[in-house]
């Protein structure tokens, strides 16, 4: 769908708040806290966001973008290129972080990972659900939406690090009873350190970047429907090796959490890296742009 931008406001230093409305005028799909969209900016790529605005205002999305140091052109294009009234292509929301029925939430945040959290405090809220926030910054100024959260009170635990303050994880989420459910987003290191501290199946996790992918042996892999053969070396990617050799992929964050490059496996066992998948549950499929092979030969439907 075609969506123009309405309003575009800081958030905070080096982080742009979007107000997007439909072009056509009609009301936007339904959605629930922790969805996110696919952006489809004008130069081509095509970046994911979390919708942090009101579920219930079906004429308007709101999104959060983080100006990133080493931007593969999403984050630099908003920042420095985007106005009010430019249209953009998106995709319908996709939720994988569900925020679920529970007694009681501590939401955890680490930076711009705060963006899918918003709407998931305002329905605990709502609810009259207990929560509690802790949040997580380089310095209190690069953190986003601060203001809209002060109304919170004291359930609202902001640490930024500039100023030597840091979430003290075991501390706060070691002995948390069972029906309390964490939703934690932020780097991998924070989200780790989040589930290390919980009880299993307790603990909701969506990260922004992808876990450090440990090197190891190259593999082989054939095409099936395009009849390329191609070597996966140490370092390369499964995705990169196929659009080396010339063959077409989908693919958006390169990072094993957005699901645009799930591609089926005809032959052999995937080394699951991503952070999409229920591997359980979806065992004959595998995100080619993380994850590897525990055999020799992997056969794609590609």
């Known amino acids: 769908m075609d969506l123009v931008i309405d ?14 409305v439909p072009a056509d005028g009609r009301e936007l799909p339904p959605w629930r806290p922790g969805a996110h969209i696919d952006v489809t900016l004008p130069q081509g790529p095509t970046r994911q966001y979390s919708l942090c ?8 999305w709101r999104i959060a973008v983080r100006r990133e140091e080493d931007s593969r052109g999403g984050s630099a294009w908003f920042h420095d ?20 029925p529970a007694k009681a939430y501590v939401f955890v945040a680490g930076g711009i ?3 899918p959290l918003l709407p998931m405090i305002a329905e605990a809220e709502q609810a009259g659900t207990p929560w509690t926030l ?3 910054g380089r310095t209190r100024s690069s953190m986003a939406f601060i203001d809209e959260l002060a109304r919170y009170g004291d359930r609202v635990h902001l640490a930024a690090s500039d100023a030597g303050d ?8 070691g002995s948390l009873d069972r029906d309390v459910a964490v939703y934690c987003c932020g780097p991998a290191s924070l989200t ?39 070597r996966v070396e ?7 090796a196929l659009l080396e050799a010339g063959v077409e992929a989908d693919y958006s964050c390169t990072q094993g959490f957005c699901g645009t490059c799930e591609t089926r496996v005809l032959e052999g066992v995937p080394d699951h890296r991503d952070d999409y998948l229920d591997h359980s549950a979806a065992p004959d499929t595998m995100m080619i742009c993380v994850s590897r092979s525990r055999c020799p030969k992997l056969v794609l439907d590609i």
């Open 234 to 240: 140490d370092g390369t990617t499964v995705l990169d």
């Open 53 to 60: 605005g009101d579920p219930a205002d079906r004429s308007s």
């Open 166 to 173: 840091r979430i003290r994880v075991a501390d706060v989420l």
């Open 7 to 20: 309003a575009l406001t800081p958030a905070a230093a080096g982080v742009l708040a979007l107000t997007l």
């Open 81 to 100: 290129q985007a106005t009010e009234g430019m249209t953009l292509t998106a995709g319908t929301p996709r939720n994988l972080f569900e925020l679920q």
């Open 134 to 136: 802790w949040y997580a």
């Open 192 to 230: 780790a350190a989040v589930e290390d501290a919980c009880e299993p199946g307790s603990v909701h996790v969506e990260r922004f970047t992808a876990g450090t992918v440990p090197a190891d042996g190259g593999f082989d892999v054939h095409c099936a429907l395009s009849g390329v053969d191609v």
């Open 113 to 115: 990972g705060i963006t």
